[in-house]
């Protein structure tokens, strides 16, 4: 009985101590002053972390001139927070990190973060005119992650989609979809996470400035099931020369797509109530995915009657440009930046696009091959589709 009741005990202080750790992290009493990271007050911005032992702390951000490298000193004050004040940047998302002793950290205080790639990074979202449908709108759609089977590509596979705000009241009512593709590096989640689709499209369907819409957002790694954070094991790629993908056919060569088309396409189509014509399809991506939608357009022709290519690395020829106009797109909006790498590309499609008589938009806006341009042209194109 004695060791029963020492057991006992042994067991209370062992979950009195595990308990006292997670208190731990709560500030009971107003001990400490808390610590608010970043802080917006009028034209400035604060940026603060607590460190008691660090010899430097700086901060890096994707508003300074030089994003991948740039970074300031931040000063220690009272109880050891570091701090630096700044002045704010104009209307944007960005992100951020701190640098502690050469060491990369995120703010703790700062509960946004998105994620690119492997890398998870705090966001400063800078209210204004160009970022108002990037919060929260009052009318919110569902995100959801199905899984379908390709046989293309010969793995299970995640998808990211987006249903808008009344999907699930008005079960007889049918809506047109976006293919919406990632570029590299990206996944299913990037366009959720990053390009703040939902955002965007419940405020525009707020407003009545959008049609509501489902969004489809795939995952345009051929190897991949899903994004890395559910730890799924990719599948392993072959070697191939450049002889060997020579002798591919297009289909084998571009099998994502072929997958896109003949079976998500199709698994959408029957899982949710859309409306499965041509003119209620639009397809539209970024980078690679800019690329894989001007090859889905090529390919399928028939198939998307908006087609967006952002930022793309990608062309078409005279006949394929001219395929595309006998099936009568509705819409071809391409958009790059002037000071994207990818931008004499876009030059050039656009110009293959006139001679061939194609009416379409070309939106040239500032800046490169970053995330600020691809949410500004989603906000830009999603208005203009299914009308």
């Not at 000193?73 to 630096?84: H, I, K, T």
């Not at 996470?193 to 965007?200: D, E, L, P, V, Y």
């Not at 525009?204 to 730890?231: D, R, S």
């Amino acid at each position: 009985m004695k060791r029963l009741f020492i057991s006992i005990a042994f067991c209370l202080a062992a979950i009195c101590s595990m308990q006292a750790q997670e208190l731990a992290n709560f500030n009971f009493g107003g001990r400490q002053q808390p610590v608010i990271s970043p802080e917006i007050q009028g034209d400035s911005v604060t940026f603060r972390f607590r460190a008691d032992y660090a010899t430097y702390v700086k901060l890096s951000g994707s508003w300074m001139p030089n994003p991948y490298g740039d970074s300031i000193d931040m000063f220690r004050g009272a109880n050891n927070v570091w701090s630096v004040k700044l002045p704010l940047p104009s209307p944007e998302i960005y992100t951020y990190n701190f640098i502690v002793d050469g060491v990369s950290v995120n703010d703790p205080q700062n509960i946004l973060v998105q994620r690119d790639g492997t890398r998870f990074l705090n966001m400063l979202l800078v209210p204004g005119e160009r970022t108002e449908n990037y919060s929260e709108a009052n009318q919110r759609g569902t995100v959801s992650h199905p899984w379908y089977d390709s046989a293309v590509l010969g793995i299970n596979r995640r998808l990211t989609v987006y249903t808008p705000y009344g999907y699930e009241n008005n079960p007889k009512k049918k809506y047109p979809v976006l293919y919406l593709l990632h570029g590299a590096g990206g996944d299913e989640e990037a366009w959720i996470s990053m390009g703040r689709t939902a955002q965007i499209l419940d405020n525009l369907i707020e407003k009545g400035l959008a049609e509501p819409m489902i969004v489809v957002m795939p995952n345009g790694n051929a190897n991949q099931q899903a994004a890395v954070t559910l730890n799924i094991p990719n599948k392993p790629q072959p070697q191939m020369d450049r002889n060997a993908m020579q002798s591919m056919s297009d289909r084998q060569r571009n099998s994502y797509v072929v997958s896109l088309c003949e079976e998500i396409v199709p698994f959408i189509e029957k899982n949710y109530r859309v409306i499965a014509k041509p003119e209620a399809r639009a397809i539209a991506g970024l980078s690679m995915g800019g690329g894989h939608t001007i090859t889905a357009s090529i390919m399928y022709p028939q198939m998307f009657d908006y087609i967006c290519p952002l930022s793309a690395a990608g062309s078409a020829t005279p006949e394929q440009i001219a395929t595309l106009k006998k099936a009568g797109v509705k819409l071809y909006f391409l958009a790059c930046g002037d000071e994207d790498f990818l931008f004499e590309g876009s030059k050039t499609l656009d110009k293959a696009l006139t001679e061939q008589g194609l009416d379409h938009i070309f939106y040239v806006s500032g800046g490169g091959h970053v995330w600020a341009n691809w949410r500004l042209y989603l906000n830009t194109f999603a208005p203009m589709l299914f009308k």
